[in-house]
């Protein structure tokens, strides 16, 4: 088990991914970061064809009848949008923009469901006009759809009511359980106006046995919806399967033998506000686990538990769809020597890499593409592959932003690298489709948002690139 390095810093590799590797082995990475002159993020959709095909493999396979709705804010590309749309899969959409966006990549609008809280009044009009499916947060936005659909419509609004987790009851989303009751009240009420296709949930954490439980809890609810007249044939259980970044082994050795020293700074980080970089089930295998769990207090699975029901089983998974879908590219400006370690300068920021800003760090290892460096200072000095290759890791650097905030760090993590990190190699961050990219961009500094490249390896040897028609906005 490679557990830590020569220098004694833990590593943690990234699992292996064949379309990464080839492209890191091709020549089109330093010829769009010298295009781009910056940091730049490269996306692969086949790699979201592949995850969102194998949640409905896992459907199939559990012989549940289900719909995938991608959760619009792991991603701001178009690119996924397509691809969901080309799929026949739905996308969910929190904002009039991310609403926008999907219907004009092609999205249908009755294949739209909108989450978040106290929805825009704008949002909520467009929502019911394309016969969206509304997850209704509050008593008060219920009575908002209501009167919007009322508006002299003859489309019916289509809700499913959100409920505030039991197990989580300190959560702000969500209709508690005497709020639920009155809203259903209000749905007899509203008759042909209202469509109420059935409850919502989405949970923090990945534990499999409480959204099982909370799935029964929903079915349950349909049972009474239905005994009022109500529709109620669709439960959705929001997002929330894991990504498994790194395998068993290398997760257990870095908790284990991680300390302050292996930080600059000695910056700590608590355990717990890691992502879990490694799950022992992830995306389609964590769906699957979970349709062969036994909900509390029943003795069929909960596969079972819904064909019984005849209730169809909606998924709003953003980063799982994302898994292996793309990697962050810098350039290194500039390197400090410091005791026992190099501190890197590249050419971005934290906010291309989001996971510092809630107060974590992404930690699968970055690559170093090393490079000629005839643009910086030791120009002409080629920098031949193996030159520096010193076994083990014996070159840890921690990676600094081109920016004058002290905490404005991409990784504290004093990372062991193979060979000396030089002025104008690559840094390639894996992995970072599923909300590292994009979620906190800024023109900080006045530095311009890095553009989105997509690859696209479809019946040729080597990859075709456009930006993804997003990335100027
Ligand atoms: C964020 C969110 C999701 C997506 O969660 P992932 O963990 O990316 O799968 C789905 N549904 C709702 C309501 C959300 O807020």
């Given at each position: 088990?490679?557990?830590?390095t020569v220098?004694?810093h ?18 089109l990475?330093p ?12 996306l ?11 949640l ?9 009848d289900g ?5 619009k ?26 609403l ?20 825009d ?19 008060d936005?219920l009575d908002?759809?209501?009167t ?6 003859t ?11 039991p ?8 209709l ?7 809203a ?27 959204r ?22 669709r439960?959705?259980i ?5 990504v498994?970044?790194?395998d068993?082994d ?19 980080f ?31 699975t909960?596969a ?13 998974p ?8 793309g990697?962050t590219?810098?350039t ?24 510092q800003?809630?107060g974590s760090e992404?930690l ?23 030159e520096?290759e010193?076994?083990?890791?014996a070159?840890p ?20 690298f ?7 190699d ?24 890095p553009?989105?490249?997509v690859?696209?390896?479809t ?8 930006l993804?028609?997003?990335?100027t906005?």
């Amino acid at each position: 088990m490679a557990v830590t390095t020569v220098t004694g810093h833990p590593v943690l590799p990234a699992l292996p991914d064949p379309a990464t590797e080839a492209l890191l082995a091709g020549g089109l990475l330093p010829e769009l970061a010298h295009a781009f002159g910056g940091p730049f993020h490269f996306l692969l959709p086949d790699a979201f064809d592949t995850n969102l095909r194998s949640l409905y493999e896992a459907l199939a396979t559990a012989g549940v009848d289900g719909f995938v709705y991608f959760a619009k804010k792991a991603n701001k590309a178009a690119v996924f949008a397509e691809r969901a749309a080309a799929l026949g899969a739905g996308v969910d959409v929190a904002s009039v923009g991310e609403l926008r966006e999907a219907l004009g990549h092609g999205v249908r609008g009755e294949d739209l469901m909108v989450t978040g809280p106290a929805k825009d009044p704008h949002l909520l009009r467009l929502a019911v006009q394309h016969g969206a499916l509304i997850a209704v947060d509050a008593l008060d936005e219920l009575d908002a759809v209501i009167t919007r659909a009322f508006g002299g419509r003859t489309r019916p609004a289509r809700v499913l009511l959100r409920v505030l987790p039991p197990l989580q009851p300190d959560s702000r989303f969500g209709l508690a359980e005497e709020e639920l009751a009155t809203a259903m009240d209000r749905c007899v009420t509203a008759g042909d106006a209202l469509r109420m296709e059935g409850f919502s949930f989405h949970l923090s954490g990945y534990a499999l046995g409480p959204r099982a439980g909370l799935a029964a809890r929903l079915i349950d609810l349909c049972r009474t919806a239905r005994a009022k007249g109500l529709q109620a044939h669709r439960i959705s259980i929001g997002g929330g399967l894991p990504v498994s970044y790194t395998d068993a082994d290398s997760w257990r050795a870095f908790l284990e033998a991680q300390r302050p020293a292996d930080y600059h700074a000695e910056k700590t980080f608590r355990s717990g506000d890691f992502y879990p970089y490694h799950s022992p089930l992830a995306g389609a295998g964590a769906l699957t686990a979970l349709l062969a769990t036994r909900p509390e207090n029943s003795d069929t699975t909960l596969a079972q538990v819904l064909r019984n029901a005849q209730v169809q089983l909606l998924l709003e998974p953003g980063r799982a769809l994302l898994d292996r879908a793309g990697a962050t590219v810098f350039t290194i400006q500039g390197v400090k020597e410091r005791d026992g370690y190099r501190l890197l300068t590249v050419d971005g920021t934290s906010l291309s890499l989001s996971e510092q800003w809630f107060g974590s760090e992404y930690l699968p290892d970055p690559r170093l593409i090393p490079q000629p460096s005839m643009d910086f200072e030791n120009s002409g000095d080629l920098h031949e592959p193996g030159e520096c290759e010193a076994p083990g890791g014996a070159f840890p650097a921690s990676v600094g932003a081109a920016t004058c905030l002290e905490s404005d760090m991409l990784t504290w993590r004093k990372i062991a690298f193979p060979r000396r990190p030089r002025a104008g190699d690559l840094l390639v961050y894996p992995n970072t489709a599923g909300y590292q990219m994009d979620s906190n961009e800024s023109s900080f500094h006045d530095l311009p948002l890095p553009p989105k490249v997509v690859i696209d390896w479809t019946d040729r040897p080597r990859p075709r690139w456009r930006l993804d028609r997003h990335f100027t906005s």
